[in-house]
């Protein structure tokens, strides 16, 4: 393992390698940004470096400390994860006893929180008292979706590092190059992951994914051209996806966002659901902004609704649909996906 293998986050890993150079470690980090882009990976590879007994500027991963690093061994580097839904204040407790003794083995003592953001109120207030007043050896690495997730106060604190969605082109690349994808396979697991390639390695193993993905897609354009008992049927298909409804929203989401970005700018640069652009022409050709952005809109809010418990999903599912036919809202009468209006 080395920087170089990180992928799509040359700043971050700039910004690190510079403070390894120059010796200006600080005592808090916050490592922001999406799951899957490598906030982890650089974030180990940054205290594998700092305790490296033969190289300065990366791991050398043949020293005592890199090996004992690497099998999870390494006394002076513990790792916060959630317990349960939570990081608690016990959690941190442990940390205050802990971090009043130097280091074991090497010149610095590191606490590496994965999803900062699941500390309660108590554990962040614990958290920030010990942030104020860090021994001189102990660093503390914060791994968060949000910056905005955490307590400013907290966030104050800490020197911010931010990562970035990867690009598609970035996460096809890894895919086919680590992974032995072919060009096909990294191509569609690579643009539905949204920019994380944590998300795009997921859909190696579980396939379903993307089935799901390629049914709603079938679907959804055709759905102008649904009656209404092929209206309910998509909602019955809809919710055979339940587990993956969030992922169905998402789909339908930057379908339409596509057909809006074809408009605008009519070229399949940005669009992340065709490589066929008469068919995308022919498509967004049916609807006008106005009614894509309200379509938009529409399915927004039903990922809201129906995220709450008592929500009568399949109705929920039918009212949506009914109104992205109408494109945007029902319409009544003999004909609801009148073509006279275009
Ligand atoms: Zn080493």
Request: proline fraction near 3%; include cysteine; charged fraction near 25%.
């Amino acid at each position: 393992m080395s920087f170089n293998e990180v992928i799509g986050q040359a700043l971050p890993v700039k910004l690190l390698k510079n403070m390894l150079s120059q010796q200006q470690i600080n005592h808090a980090y916050l490592f922001a940004g999406p799951a899957g882009v490598g906030k982890e990976f650089v974030a180990k590879q940054f205290i594998k470096a700092l305790n490296c007994t033969e190289n300065e500027l990366d791991a050398c991963e043949k020293c005592i400390s890199c090996r004992k690093f690497a099998s999870n061994n390494h006394p002076d580097v513990i790792e916060i994860t959630p317990e349960g839904k939570q990081i608690k204040i016990d959690q941190i407790r442990e940390i205050q006893q802990n971090i009043s003794y130097k280091p074991y083995e090497s010149d610095w003592k590191v606490y590496l929180f994965k999803e900062a953001e699941k500390m309660n109120l108590q554990a962040a207030n614990s958290l920030l008292r010990i942030l104020e007043e860090p021994p001189a050896y102990a660093i503390i690495i914060l791994l968060t979706l949000k910056e905005e997730l955490l307590l400013p106060t907290i966030t104050s604190r800490c020197q911010i590092i931010r990562f970035r969605p990867l690009k598609t082109k970035e996460i096809k690349n890894e895919l086919i190059n680590r992974w032995g994808l072919s060009s096909v396979q990294a191509e569609r697991r690579a643009l539905l992951a949204g920019g994380s390639l944590g998300r795009a390695v997921s859909f190696t193993e579980d396939d379903s994914v993307l089935t799901v993905r390629e049914e709603v897609l079938a679907a959804v354009k055709k759905i102008l051209d649904f009656d209404i008992v092929e209206i309910f049927e998509f909602a019955q298909q809809l919710l055979t996806y339940k587990e993956n409804l969030n992922y169905v929203f998402e789909i339908l989401i930057t379908f339409y966002r596509d057909l809006l970005i074809y408009k605008q700018i009519k070229s399949l640069e940005l669009v992340i659901n065709f490589n066929n652009e008469q068919e995308l022409l022919e498509l967004s050709s049916k609807y006008r902004f106005g009614e894509l952005e309200k379509i938009i809109k529409l399915i927004t809010e039903t990922a809201e609704i129906v995220k709450k418990t008592n929500v009568n999903l399949q109705l929920a599912l039918e009212v949506m649909l009914l109104k992205i036919k109408g494109r945007g809202e029902i319409k009544v009468g003999r004909d609801n996906c009148s073509r006279n209006n275009l």
